[in-house]
């Protein structure tokens, strides 16, 4: 009988570490010493700018056959677990795509890579020719440690050009323009602004732009320092207060907290005629151009900037979004392979074909004196618009949830989804992000 | 376990069965991916890691904060939520369906084969296939326009959660039905026989015979369902990923999202190293209440 307890401890034990183990274990590294291939190791992704990586590497390879670079593609999410725990064991490789902000800094922190800002200082001409504004996601304390390598995504407003003429509606200049034409469209029976709620991101653009306009770039600055009771600041508070406004309002579609973002309903909600308007960045225009090719070839698709707030310390030519991906190069790396990393970077990122190879992908590179190729490009207003607006910004914020550490970017989307729902208050928004910060 | 049960079994002698090196290599194995792991884990509940550099020992931190949190607290409180409530809708329901297509009928044959689609299809399809189905603008209920089905099904904190509940018993009705239906063919048609010629009605027959004569399958597939609804995830993950808010963050997935999102690894593994002990206290208790140790054979002097 007493033999008979321990199995069956075991056995429901076994079934469920296993559960719990194998995926706390899994996603092992890939090593980048022997069997990767000769030349230096690259991570980067899938999706978005892979057809740019691929065109530049071959390119790159056939002028420098001693100093070759080694592509490996991944898919987005398993993506950010496997490079943790590769870099983590030290099999990381050479030269690696990222995020900057938040998750970068841990990287850096933990000693894992390494800074380029001796030779972006030799190298002026490459330094200069990246918008400064974008380079400032890969800043960690004044040093450089990574640099942009595809197109700048920043948030706008889309709207259905067909609605607003029918309702006679100019898009908003400012704030009170906005909860306007929140009435407007509800009396018609058009929703204001479609969102994809559920998957809490988007939430996020509406902060970020409200404490920007009340409260100006330093309000988030003193939060990313972890500043004591920086999210009580009095703009967090106002532009939380001004988006309950905004839900009370009615200002987001029915059922906004259930649309997901990945589907790309919330932007169908626009280009089949049920909603108005949408905040969402750059990358919805393909994502319209994709699911509604007639709607955007027609002219109905209008786009415009985050309306200005009224008594604001914000500039309203100021941007929110993801600056762009970044290249960073491992602190593991030999000599020599970082020289290599380093002058691919220099010479094979952002040159002539490279940017001609985005720029037909629809990405528009953060690099300086671009308007005379981008005339030329395919959908030459919508990338003359967001190369203006981000070279014209005068401050380009990167997206919270990557900017700030991930415990707290994750804790500040679910808080945030929680003041949409109306299940918390302004106030207590603020008071929970503040005892997260401080954690 | 208990004495009267004891000396009613067939004495056993030490002999009896296969030798325990025939258990050798499944234990090693589980060893291996299983005791192994799982102390690596209890280890970094101790720790602060983030899954880069060494892990830093912290002591107690990781189980105060685990303890004391508001999330993880209301983790454990709708995961045992969802325990119950997928239970009470579960089991009533797959039993009934399981005695319905035990029947013999050429319809019910056919009928099966429909209940049974679900179980071939994959979670994450599933959770896509409801994500799509309960959407406000696109969804089922706005194409068919039908206001009761058009609700904010995953996106209002409350609907959120029995919307889960729902597609989670979608999912599992057909195994459970399976189970049902397996126990239902083998009561004795002799059994109802009896009964009918002592006057019974249908009713009175499944009230006493159908009804005990399953007990053991409603042990084994309840076992089934409340362990497994304890560290259920993809589906949760897939469909609502916790939100909205907090409303759906269940402790597995209160888990995942602290050690692979939040790259909090020292207090995840304390999570997880609740989720064990839980898993084992439910199926040790169920075990021992349940009479499932003791079970024989109910045929006896058929």
């Given amino acids: ?439 | 376990m208990t004495l009267t049960s004891a000396s009613k079994a067939p004495p056993r002698t030490r002999g009896d069965g296969p030798p325990f090196l025939m258990a050798l290599p499944a234990l090693l194995l589980f060893a291996l991916f299983a005791l192994v792991p799982m102390a690596i884990v209890v280890y970094l509940s101790f720790t602060r890691w983030d899954g880069l550099g060494a892990p830093s020992w912290t002591g107690f931190d990781n189980w105060r904060t685990a303890l004391t949190s508001d999330v993880t607290r209301h983790a454990l409180w709708l995961t045992v939520k969802l325990m119950v409530v997928s239970w009470v809708v579960q089991t009533p329901l797959s039993l009934l369906l399981g005695v319905f297509v035990a029947g013999k009928q050429r319809y019910r044959a056919l009928l099966a084969v429909f209940y049974f689609v679900p179980l071939l299809i994959s979670t994450a399809a599933i959770a896509v296939i409801f994500k799509n189905l309960l959407d406000p603008n696109f969804g089922l209920g706005a194409v068919l326009d039908l206001p009761l089905l058009n609700q904010n099904w995953l996106g209002d904190p409350e609907l959120a959660f029995y919307a889960v509940v729902f597609v989670i018993s979608w999912q599992f009705l057909p195994f459970h039905t399976l189970l049902y239906q397996a126990g239902a063919r083998q009561i004795p048609a002799s059994l109802y026989e009896a009964a009918a010629i002592d006057g019974a009605g249908r009713l009175k027959q499944f009230w006493h015979i159908t009804l005990p004569q399953l007990r053991y399958t409603i042990v084994t597939s309840s076992t089934l369902m409340t362990v497994g609804s304890l560290t259920y995830f993809d589906l949760v993950f897939v469909l609502t990923g916790g939100g909205p808010g907090y409303a759906t963050r269940i402790l597995p997935l209160d888990m995942y999202i602290t050690g692979f999102q939040s790259n909090e690894m020292g207090l995840a593994s304390a999570i997880s190293v609740v989720l064990v002990l839980a898993g084992l206290v439910l199926s040790l208790a169920l075990v021992r209440f349940s009479g499932f140790s003791r079970m024989r054979s109910q045929q006896a002097g058929m």
């Fill in chain 1, 1 to 439: 009988m007493a033999t008979r307890i321990p199995t069956r401890i075991m056995v429901t034990a076994g079934a469920a570490a296993l559960v719990l183990t194998v995926s706390a274990c899994g996603s092992s590294g890939r090593t980048s010493g022997g069997g990767s291939g000769d030349g230096t190791l690259a991570w980067a992704l899938t999706q978005g700018s892979e057809a740019t990586f691929r065109a530049s590497a071959t390119e790159w390879n056939k002028a420098h056959p001693d100093t070759k670079i080694n592509y490996q593609y991944f898919q987005n999410d398993p993506y950010k677990q496997k490079l943790r725990t590769a870099v983590g064991a030290g099999n990381g490789p050479v030269l690696f795509e990222n995020w900057g902000g938040g998750a970068l800094a841990d990287y850096v922190e933990a000693g894992k890579v390494a800074d380029l800002t001796p030779d972006l200082d030799k190298n002026p001409e490459w330094k200069n020719r990246i918008f400064p504004s974008v380079l400032k996601s890969a800043t960690v304390d004044g040093k450089v440690y990574g640099v942009p390598v595809n197109g700048v995504q920043p948030v706008v407003i889309y709207y259905n050009k067909e609605l607003f003429q029918k309702a006679g509606a100019e898009p908003p200049k400012t704030w009170d323009d906005l909860l306007a034409l929140v009435k407007k469209f509800k009396a018609e029976g058009i929703a204001p602004l479609s969102m994809g709620g559920a998957s809490k991101w988007p939430d996020l653009m509406w902060l970020e732009y409200l404490v920007d306009r009340v409260g100006g770039p330093e309000t988030f600055a003193n939060i990313a320092a972890g500043k004591k009771g920086a999210w009580s600041d009095p703009a967090v508070l106002e532009a939380a207060e001004m988006i309950k406004q905004l839900v009370d309002a009615g200002g987001f579609a029915k059922g906004f907290t259930s649309v997901s973002a990945d589907t790309g309903q919330a932007e169908a909600q626009l280009y089949t005629g049920k909603a108005a308007m949408i905040l969402q960045g750059s990358w919805a225009y393909g994502t319209m151009a994709t699911g509604s090719p007639k709607f955007v070839s027609a002219g109905k698709l209008g786009w415009t900037g985050f309306p200005a707030v009224e008594g604001g310390k914000g500039d309203a030519s100021n941007i929110v979004g993801n600056t762009a991906n970044f290249f960073s190069v491992s602190a593991q790396a030999s000599a020599k392979e970082k020289k290599t990393a380093v002058s691919y970077l220099k010479d094979g990122v952002y040159n002539d074909t490279y940017i001609d190879n985005l720029l037909k992908n629809g990405d528009v590179p953060p690099v300086k004196d671009l308007d005379a190729k981008l005339k030329a490009s395919a959908n030459a207003d919508w990338t003359t618009y967001v190369y203006n607006l981000t070279r014209d910004a005068k401050n380009f914020q990167l997206s919270w949830d990557q900017a700030l550490s991930p415990a707290l970017g994750n804790e500040l989307l679910t808080r945030l989804d929680q003041l949409f729902l109306g299940e918390i208050s302004p106030q207590e928004f603020a008071a929970a992000m503040d005892t997260a910060a401080a954690k």
